[in-house]
């Protein structure tokens, strides 16, 4: 049988493609197949994926718009898909009509139509509450888009490489003033958001330029465990080669004699600790003490909190009341999405690995991805953007892998819905 006149050719002359759903689809539903059986069904033939069922957006890609993966033949998913649907009993009549394009604007409908959400519930293929997960750019994508590296692994190695817009240059500079004058700053971002970058842009900051400032990082993997007297050790440690004292009194005195003797020498000295949102309210308190230490009119320590949004709840004095001294003290940056600065971000990233964003991007991809990456509150239109880098970079990574996988030219909306 000669399969390739059924399937019809869906390109445009733009390069584009139309929705015009496959007949099969209709076929599918109307005969209580999930599209989940039927990717399952369809065994790959090629790549790392060999033997494999294609996944469900590969096969919303052939359902919808037509676009046939590159790694299995087009007439061996025509054999399978054939031979699926008649194991399934479905009559000849329709599978004879399967590969043909359904006419949504005219005509009735060859099959009865299924209610659209009995249809979703059956598939489970709704996603608009879940962010992608983490997946490694594939051999595939990587040949396919000629890119010799991943974009988003390893990805900053000097200070060139860490995105700043006005907000993120605001906190760098904030992080750098506190930790050179005393001052008191917690900087706060949901996970992946770049914390942990810009704590690694200040200490390279200020090994660069030579400033005498001594950084102090409690290295205790609980912060819920994180003490007084646990912070005295960091410090003493931190700042000299002198053993710690034993009593609490003692360590006490002890830093602040090396501190005051630092600072005199012209040095100042900052406590860093990360994943403070894990910091008891008892150990927030006690911060304000280490703050402080004084000598003269002088700061002896500054400290910078760094954690997640639930440091931003502890930090309000409407829920802990008790530390009202520190908080407030403590100056609030808060990292933002990254929302209209999607574009530059992704520049940047494929900059470094000699790529612009044009050859793998279509210019709808990226309302496609602030879309895509902002979650619903259930039962209302309020949207919550996640366009924090690390979420960017795994969405972005998930439709890379797809477009390649599919033959795509380049990553467009559709293929972002479908990551």
Known sequence: MNTARKIPARVLQNGGTRYMPLRLKAVLAANGILQTDWCAAIKQSGGRSRG??????TGTQILNWGLWPKTTPRELIVEQTEAFLRSRGVPERQIAMIWEENDLDGGERQYPSVNPEELRARANQQHDDQLPETEMLSTTAKKYFHIFKDPFVDDVQAPEDVFLDSEQRYIREAMYQTSKHGGFLAVIGESGAGKTTLRRDLIDRI????SPITVIQPRIIDKG??????ICDAIICDVSQEPPARSLEAKARQIERLLTGSSRSGNAHVLIIEEAHDLTVQTLKYLKRFWELEDGFRKLLAIILVGQPELKHKLDERQNWEAREVIRRCEVAELQPLDGNLEDYLSLKLR???KGLGELF????FDALRERLTIR???TD????????LVVNNAVTKALNLAAEIGAPKVSAEIVKEV
């Open 52 to 57: 494999k069922g294609i996944s469900q957006p």
């Open 207 to 210: 090994g660069r330029e030579g």
């Open 225 to 230: 465990r994180l003490t007084a007297g646990a």
């Open 352 to 354: 470094r690995i000699g």
């Open 362 to 365: 279509a210019d709808d991809a």
């Open 377 to 379: 509150r259930r039962g």
């Open 382 to 389: 309020i949207g919550v953007s996640m366009l924090y880098p």
